[in-house]
């Protein structure tokens, strides 16, 4: 049986990061309303910028943000499932983590799908993917030089 500490220790931190993906899935987030905002703090940095590399600036900043959310949304998740285990590793943990993190990319962009100043996409779902497969590389890694 699990405890209610137990859940609180380890899946609140994934249902709390959960909630903060759909957050930014919302129209607030959307391209046209981060531009701005971006454009400006970019201007600040680098005066002489012409607008295309704003765009290409701000296009490769919101992708990168996908992966950086999906992969902390791996570790969490990673986490979660080894919960106060005593094995170091089980495969079980990164393919559970991986399954659950394709089914939250794929529910947040139909979500994106139901907001008007938002799209949805397959490679939105595909970066967000990646994002959860490089934590799950990242902890092997760890374990692996753990054990040594």
Known sequence: ??????LVRYWL????WMG?????????????????????????????????????????SRKAAHVFEYFILGLLLFRAFKGASAASWNWRWPLLTVTIVLFWAASDEFHQSLVSTRTASVVDAGIDTAGGVLS????????????K
Not at 1 to 6: A, D, E, K, N, V
Not at 42 to 58: F, Q, T
Not at 136 to 147: C, D, G, K, P
């Open 1 to 6: 049986m699990i405890s209610c500490r137990h």
């Open 13 to 16: 931190p994934v249902i709390v």
């Open 20 to 60: 903060f993906i759909f957050w930014m899935s919302t129209g607030t987030f959307s391209s046209e309303n981060t531009r701005s905002l971006f454009e400006t703090g970019l201007r600040l940095l680098v005066p002489g910028i012409s607008s295309d590399e704003v765009d290409l600036v701000h296009t490769i």
């Open 136 to 147: 799950q590389i990242a902890t092997a890694v760890r374990y692996r030089y753990q054990r």
